[in-house]
């Protein structure tokens, strides 16, 4: 038996060095305190320059393609050029990248194809159609959007159902529903009250969608912590301190769960319509909800878009998940062309790189987002190595039903 002074000893730590040199230096050897000032403290550190590099050594891989051939079922190649209080309100388009220059990343990640579900509305929509769809018939299928900026009209809810039929018509593959509808889009289309989601003017458009098979994309809510004060206790604070206008925290705004159970009743209203709810049906901190919610309305469906971080942080009850839901989970990544601002959804060959590594292996503690820093909270992630009948329908049967392609 050796006693506590004997034992430090034998580390070459003496007890006076330990007080002389404060708690930051108890664990040094004696040997590096003559380079400790003798009124050292704790030195603070900002968090924007905290960049700690794992010193963890595990093994890694790299996937470079994907196992099989996927549809990316959740990408912006185009937005409105014109948009206020969070609203699109211009059909014209602004493309992000030429299809040509998506084609190559595409083909070098096994990407057989991408949706573009902000392709917009009347002409703008019909144009984005042509340049992408038409040109490279497989490869794009575009989306259409509400015209909110017709919202004021009171025919509006007669207008919009036709209007996805017109969409239909000009090759829309499925209705895109931004989280404009709960948060931002309200009675006078920027201010008054905000718009529910459940609100029955937009019935004839699921209605409309129902009848042409054309699958409802929604985003409903976002990341719980959105919903909760921007400060210390935040899991997402620096993310949502650069950008501020994400927090739905106060104001008007309503909670997390009150705009799910609004989503859910659009559900339980429309069996006929299907609804693919995105980023992992925005609660996937709780993917007990969201089975609750699959489990409620077999005209759900999710995409895994923009929350691997999510889903790889619990990666034992992710791969129950995907076990459990694996013909309703769709591969999608948010990718946007340039959009270098959020790094979780670049488009880019690295981001394609970590959601194969995510699906098909079990490395562990790895970067969820090609960036210094996790850009929506400070963890890494782990592997759910699904099987391969599994993949194959989250990469792309899944989706080839949904946008009813023969496979
Ligand atoms: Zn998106």
Aim: proline share 7%; aromatic share 12%.
């Amino acid at each position: 038996m050796i006693n506590r002074r004997q034992w430090l000893s034998g580390l070459g730590m003496t007890f006076g060095a330990a007080v002389h040199a404060g708690a930051a230096a108890s664990s040094r050897p004696a040997s590096q305190d003559a380079t400790v000032p003798q009124n050292a403290q704790p030195r603070p550190l900002a968090l924007v320059d905290y960049e700690p590099k794992s010193m963890l050594q595990v093994h890694e891989t790299r996937v470079e393609k994907a196992r099989f051939p996927a549809i990316d079922i959740h990408t912006h190649i185009s937005v409105s050029t014109k948009s206020e209080s969070g609203i699109e309100l211009a059909p014209e388009r602004k493309y992000l990248g030429t299809a040509e220059e998506l084609l190559q990343v595409m083909d070098r990640k096994n990407i057989a194809a991408m949706v573009n579900l902000t392709g917009g509305f009347d002409h703008g929509l019909a144009e984005a159609v042509t340049q992408y769809d038409k040109r490279f018939p497989g490869r794009f299928f575009t989306f259409t959007e509400p015209c909110y900026s017709k919202f004021k009209q009171p025919n509006y809810p007669r207008v919009q159902g036709d209007a996805i039929e017109q969409a239909y018509r000009d090759g829309a593959r499925g209705l895109k529903i931004l989280k404009t509808l709960g948060l931002y889009l309200r009675e006078n289309i920027t201010s008054g009250t905000l718009v529910k989601i459940d609100d029955p003017r937009f019935d004839p458009t699921w209605d409309a969608c129902g009848q042409l098979n054309l699958p409802v994309a929604i985003h409903v809510s976002d990341p719980i912590a959105f919903f909760t004060p921007t400060d210390r206790f935040n899991e997402r604070y620096e993310e949502l301190n650069n950008h501020p206008d994400w927090s739905f925290h106060g104001h008007d705004f309503p909670g997390n769960a009150e705009l799910l159970e609004a989503r859910n009743r659009v559900f339980a209203r429309h069996p006929k319509t299907q609804f693919l709810v995105l980023h992992v049906g925005n609660f996937s901190e709780s993917l007990a909800n969201v089975s609750q919610s699959l489990d409620r309305f077999p005209n759900m469906s999710v995409d895994i878009a923009a929350r691997i971080g999510e889903l790889g942080r619990q990666p034992r009850t992710a791969r129950k998940f995907f076990d459990k839901y694996q013909d309703r989970i769709l591969f999608g990544t948010d990718a946007t062309p340039h959009g270098d601002e959020f790094p979780q959804q670049v488009f880019n060959e690295k981001l394609y790189e970590i959601y194969y590594r995510f699906l098909e292996t079990y490395d562990e503690y790895f970067d969820y987002a090609p960036a210094k820093i996790p850009p929506q909270g400070r963890w890494r992630i782990y592997g759910v190595d699904l099987p391969e009948p599994v993949l194959q329908k989250v990469y792309y049967e899944n989706a080839a039903r949904l946008l009813r392609i023969r496979v």
